[in-house]
């Protein structure tokens, strides 16, 4: 099974409200990442957040992690049309280099 | 401009075919790693190097090759063993293959097999 696992699978909301997603993990990590890709292109990172951090920023951002549970959020605030796409959650599975990806959340901001 | 390229945007190839990807980056960037994202799918590992002359089994290795003679470069070869080819492919890098590094992803090849 995936070490991160999102939800929900996918979100429709309209602009200006906020959007919340979810990552569950299963193995100890000291770090947990969130990126972004638009439809048919690459990745892009959008934030980092270390294993003795609970809570970060960046703009519009905020992630938290709880290692307790083992889970993160993002949370969007008030989102655009831009902010359509599919947002993933990936977490180091070894101290080599090898890193896990969820299956995403995607997200669909209306006008 | 710094960044990771990836070629061609587009491949489409008949059963039985090999065909190579080709991924190149300028970062100075040691790590470097391919991914398969299937349609409404995450990312699953192919292969990935730490260093030159080196590299790894990811979770789907079979039907897939690689090699990394040049820092910079880490083509990925899909060969007639794998079954199922058609998908889009990432290439990514970070620069150091262990500790908190984001991953810099290139824009990816979408592979058909007619």
């Known amino acids: 099974s995936q070490q991160g696992e999102e939800d929900p699978q996918a979100l429709s909301i309209q602009e200006g409200e906020n959007a919340t997603m979810n990552c569950s993990y299963k193995?100890?990590?000291?770090?947990l990442q969130w990126y972004r890709q638009n439809s048919g292109r690459g990745l892009v990172h959008l934030i980092l957040?270390?294993?003795?951090?609970r809570e970060k920023h960046s703009g519009r951002l905020r992630v938290t992690l709880d290692t307790s549970k083992k889970s993160s959020s993002l949370l969007i605030t008030a989102s655009r049309a831009a902010d359509t796409a599919s947002y993933f959650c990936?977490?180091?599975?070894?101290?080599?280099?090898?890193?896990?990806f969820g299956a995403g959340t995607q997200v669909v901001v209306t006008p | 401009d710094g960044g990771i390229t990836q070629s061609p945007k587009y491949l489409f190839r008949k059963e039985g075919q090999n065909v190579t990807l080709s991924c190149e980056q300028n970062?100075?960037?040691?790590?470097m790693y391919w991914y398969r994202q299937d349609p409404g799918q995450g990312l699953r590992l192919i292969y990935y190097?730490?260093?030159?002359?080196?590299?790894q089994k990811g979770d789907i290795a079979e039907g897939y090759s690689v090699s990394r003679e040049k820092k910079e470069s880490f083509p990925l070869t899909v060969t007639s063993a794998q079954k199922n080819p058609t998908a889009f492919y990432l290439c990514?890098?970070?620069?150091?293959?262990?500790?908190?590094?984001?991953?810099?992803f290139g824009p990816g090849t979408r592979l058909t097999v007619l």
């Open positions: 990936a977490t180091p599975t070894d101290s080599w280099g090898k890193f896990q």
């Open positions: 990514a890098s970070t620069l150091r293959p262990a500790g908190g590094n984001e991953q810099f």
């Open positions: 190097s730490q260093i030159v002359n080196d590299f």
């Open positions: 193995t100890s990590i000291n770090n």
């Open positions: 957040i270390r294993s003795n951090e």
């Open positions: 970062l100075n960037h040691d790590a």
